[in-house]
């Protein structure tokens, strides 16, 4: 298994500033993904961290408005840039180590922005 | 994006099993096919994963059809603290897409 921590669990931020979200795991993993869930709906996937290259981003988000780096197997982080009140969401951090296994989950950084 | 189509919601009373179903007709054959569960205000939490034969574990049982058409989840004794959103996920690749899941109640 693998222990997934975010940081911060939750913000409150004012439109126009960007905020960096942290996800550590316990341990290497071949693959980190971030997702958005907004209130009351499923997760969507964001983008997929690559270690040492430019992350791959799904249709509809760009690099632009969520930057992402992954320096290390066990680190990524995810910046919300520029934001609006539309961001407004749970980012979850998720690991996956590949083939015949599961994939772990952070417990989420709740983002308001006022 | 794999795609799978569960019921919204559905209701069990406590301690009896429960079947949560799965439609993926658009399953190719090296799709694995996961279930996951997420609690209010939690992150996601595995539950089970397969790819052509059932399997079970210490939290529950999956169904695949022969097909890989359509797979069911099974709870055995449904507890209070399984009361949440469950998601049946197609891994195509590294990826993992949520679908809309199924709100699972359980009444006392």
């Known amino acids: 298994s693998a222990v997934i921590s975010q940081k911060p669990s939750r913000d409150i931020c004012q439109r126009g500033t960007s905020l960096t979200i942290q996800c550590q795991v316990d341990?290497?993993?071949?693959?980190m993904f971030w997702y958005r869930q907004q209130p009351g709906q499923s997760l969507t996937l964001i983008a997929t961290?690559?270690?040492?290259?430019?992350?791959?981003?799904e249709s509809g988000f760009v690099i632009d408005k969520f930057p992402i780096s992954r320096p290390n197997l066990t680190f990524s982080t995810l910046t919300v840039s520029n934001m609006s009140p539309e961001d407004s969401s749970i980012y979850l951090c998720?690991?996956?180590?590949?083939?015949?296994?599961?994939?772990?989950f952070g417990q989420g950084t709740r983002l308001t922005v006022v | 994006d794999a795609k799978t189509t569960q019921p919204n919601s559905m209701e069990s009373n406590e301690e009896e099993p429960v079947h949560l179903p799965c439609n993926h007709s658009?399953?190719?054959?090296?799709?694995?096919i996961h279930w996951y569960r997420q609690l209010p205000s939690q992150g996601p939490e595995y539950v089970i994963h397969?790819?052509?034969s059932n399997v079970n574990n210490r939290m529950a049982s999956l169904a695949i059809a022969e097909d890989r058409k359509s797979s069911t989840l099974i709870l055995h004794r449904a507890t209070l603290r399984d009361a949440a959103v469950y998601y049946c996920?197609?891994?195509?690749?590294?990826?993992?897409?949520f679908g809309t899941g199924t709100s699972l109640t359980v009444i006392p």
């Open positions: 998720s690991a996956f180590r590949g083939t015949n296994t599961e994939a772990f």
């Open positions: 341990s290497q993993v071949t693959m």
């Open positions: 996920i197609l891994r195509a690749g590294n990826q993992f897409y």
């Open positions: 397969g790819l052509t």
């Open positions: 658009t399953i190719s054959g090296t799709d694995y």
């Open positions: 961290a690559n270690q040492g290259s430019e992350a791959t981003y």
